[in-house]
């Protein structure tokens, strides 16, 4: 939902990388975001997640093959909402260096499905945002000591039916689009250790097809499904066709060390006919039982300036302690207030759980609202405020593991709920006492996810500014996997209790779904 793909009510605050490029947020539609539906988690290797005090940024390594032995992978599921979907990996890398690696998804739920929560009021069917997704990967390159050379691209393709709101909502318009993205890169080093550096130069095509919900009239004037008026026979259907581009260039540089690391990055796009700079500086070093780390960035995509200050300290085993600190410094072009946030917690280990709690304060600030189902352009205010963590992390009792987050803030702002918890209950275990081979692994969870009710800005009136509320929800999912030798058999239970619940205002998401299938890799 709208409050996962923003911080502090913020899109921009939620900063998306791929092998170091960021992920702009070209596309007409989103007013800003970057729609978490063209991120492909399954073509990665790896996701770090750093959690900065005023900003998220998410840093994706896709999948890359360092064995010279064959490796292929393919995924098949099925599930409720006519859900089907097929998944296949192929890579392999030559001993003189050369590597090829190829990757292809499909996923549909049937169009044109009628609700099982029934119509509204004259009307006989009610879609529930089917559609369909095919995503192609693909990477050529060679290796040879420390320097490496490759092209990757991939082509993310979306259908969307319309989604019916509940009254006196907007509907979601059907959709239809595609996205593309590539780079060359020139690589030295290994980030792990020693000196490094890269070069990468990167393109971004996102591309949005008609919408066919959309009709004008020969007066000039439009509207939609629901909003035509349907004595209007000279109705044409409105092209919205639009296609945008973005390149983006990186070199990075860096050392590791074993007690230090430093590394710099220069990023530049050309926007508004002008080349824009963006250059960054990490360091960070551990002595004894201190950990310490900084970052600072320069004229980001938004033309804001940020720093980031961490500190970290291990007194005890059993304590530890952390505080860090950020800093935004908008243009002043942007209209945007400067603004800081700070983040302390400490948390103490109990047997083999970890638990703890903290502060967040975040200062007052303003944003560009999300231009989403029927919402305005506006720029939007939240006043300051404090948010109490509290959190349980570690081992329960041998494989049984627990995972507690929790957050409050003093109030609800806009697109921010004011309470969040999420639980997380799970048995992880090879069962090497009755399968000492490791031939066997089983991945069981439970996790329960409460959300207090998310305000959104849907316009103004007379009375002011319109905000509703989301309903709180609270969902429950399981999910059981069984790894047999090199395949993985899966199960998923998604809203478990079958209770309704909204993720954007207006828009119900399905009840109870299941899914599952198998996963199954081989080297040949």
Do not use: C
């Not at 050369?98 to 069917?125: E, I, K, N």
Request: glycine fraction near 10%; aromatic fraction near 10%; avoid cysteine.
């Amino acid at each position: 939902g709208l409050h996962v793909a923003t911080y502090l009510g913020d899109a921009r605050r939620v900063r998306l990388f791929i092998d170091g490029l960021e992920v702009d947020a070209i596309d007409v539609r989103n007013g800003g975001a970057v729609d978490l539906t063209d991120i492909q988690l399954w073509a990665y290797d790896e996701i770090v997640i750093e959690r900065a005090p005023s900003e998220v940024r998410v840093w994706m390594r896709t999948a890359s093959v360092v064995k010279t032995t064959p490796f292929t992978r393919v995924d098949i599921f099925t599930g409720d909402l006519n859900t089907n979907g097929f998944r296949g990996l192929f890579a392999r890398r030559w001993r003189n260096g050369l590597m090829l690696q190829l990757g292809g998804q499909q996923v549909a739920t049937q169009t044109g499905r009628v609700s099982a929560f029934g119509a509204p009021a004259g009307q006989t069917t009610q879609l529930r945002s089917d559609g369909s997704v095919q995503s192609f990967s693909g990477r050529f390159g060679w290796a040879r000591n420390k320097w490496s050379v490759d092209a990757y691209g991939s082509n993310v393709a979306r259908e969307r039916d319309s989604h019916t709101p509940r009254e006196d909502f907007d509907s979601l318009p059907s959709y239809k689009g595609q996205r593309r993205e590539g780079y060359v890169r020139v690589g030295y080093g290994d980030t792990l250790r020693g000196f490094w550096a890269q070069a990468v130069s990167g393109a971004l095509r996102v591309r949005m097809q008609g919408d066919s919900g959309a009709t004008s009239s020969d007066d000039g004037s439009a509207g939609g499904e629901d909003g035509a008026d349907s004595t209007e026979t000279d109705t044409t259907v409105v092209s919205l066709d639009t296609l945008r581009s973005q390149t983006q260039h990186l070199v990075a540089v860096g050392y590791r060390a074993s007690w230090w690391n430093a590394s710099y990055t220069h990023r530049a796009r050309p926007m508004d006919g002008a080349l824009r700079h963006a250059p960054a500086l990490r360091v960070g070093a551990t002595w004894r039982i201190f950990d310490a780390s900084a970052y600072a960035e320069r004229n980001g995509r938004d033309s804001t300036d940020r720093t980031d200050l961490r500190v970290r300290a291990r007194p005890f085993s059993w304590l530890q302690l952390s505080a860090a600190h950020s800093t935004r410094s908008p243009e002043d072009t942007t209209g945007r207030p400067q603004s800081s946030a700070m983040r302390a917690e400490g948390a103490v280990r109990l047997g083999q759980l970890w638990v703890g709690g903290g502060l967040v304060r975040e200062d007052a600030t303003q944003f560009d609202n999300l231009v989403l189902v029927g919402a305005p352009a506006r720029v939007l205010a939240n006043a300051a405020s404090t948010g109490v963590l509290v959190n349980a992390r570690g081992r329960l009792y041998k494989d049984l593991r627990l995972d507690v987050q929790t957050i409050r803030w003093d109030k609800a702002q806009f697109t921010t709920p004011q309470t969040h918890v999420r639980v997380e209950l799970a048995l992880i275990s090879d069962w090497l006492s009755r399968v000492p081979q490791g031939e066997f692994s089983v991945n069981t969870r439970l996790i329960y996810d409460r959300r207090g009710g998310v305000p959104f800005f849907y316009g103004e009136n007379d009375e002011g500014l319109d905000l509703r509320v989301t309903e709180p929800a609270q969902v429950v999912t399981g999910m059981l996997e069984l790894r047999i030798q090199r395949a993985i058999l899966f199960y998923q239970y998604r809203n478990l209790t079958g209770g309704q619940y909204e993720q954007i205002r207006g828009i119900t998401m399905p009840s109870a779904v299941q899914m599952y299938g198998v996963r199954w890799e081989f080297w040949n």
